[in-house]
């Protein structure tokens, strides 16, 4: 079951300082959670980089303002199958939505992008100066 949602204010700063992540510590810490119990659900990837494989990302959703809007409704029916899903996974969240979302995959291949085009872009000047 759910029991607690992390909202702004239980967010660090990343390193770069221009964006918040979840800070699981207050559920494995004063919680007494464990990682492989814990799912993120957001419609921002960059509030769990730092636990990737804890992550779902989700589009933004708007059930009030439309109710055909069926992200919601998919993401319920997804975490409804955890319980079951679970055994085959040895009870670890993590290693399920790692084989199923591949986000480390895609976050390294979003890195190796950004910084092949900041190399680009650094080249680009110094040919222009």
């Not at 990837?45 to 933004?60: A, D, P, Q, Y």
């Not at 979302?101 to 190796?112: P, S």
């Amino acid at each position: 079951h759910f029991d607690h949602h992390l909202c702004i204010d239980e967010q660090s700063q990343s390193e770069e300082k221009n964006f918040s992540v979840k800070n699981l510590e207050i559920l494995t810490g004063k919680g007494g959670r464990l990682d492989q119990e814990i799912v993120i659900v957001d419609t921002q990837m960059v509030s769990f980089t730092n636990r990737l494989t804890n992550g779902i990302f989700m589009e933004t959703f708007n059930l009030h303002e439309d109710e055909r809007d069926a992200n919601l409704m998919l993401l319920l029916k997804y975490l409804g199958q955890f319980v079951f899903d679970l055994e085959g996974f040895k009870g670890d969240i993590r290693n399920k939505i790692k084989e199923e979302f591949h986000l480390i995959d895609k976050f390294n291949g979003f890195k190796q992008n950004q910084a092949f085009l900041k190399i680009k872009r650094t080249l680009e000047e110094v040919m222009n100066t």
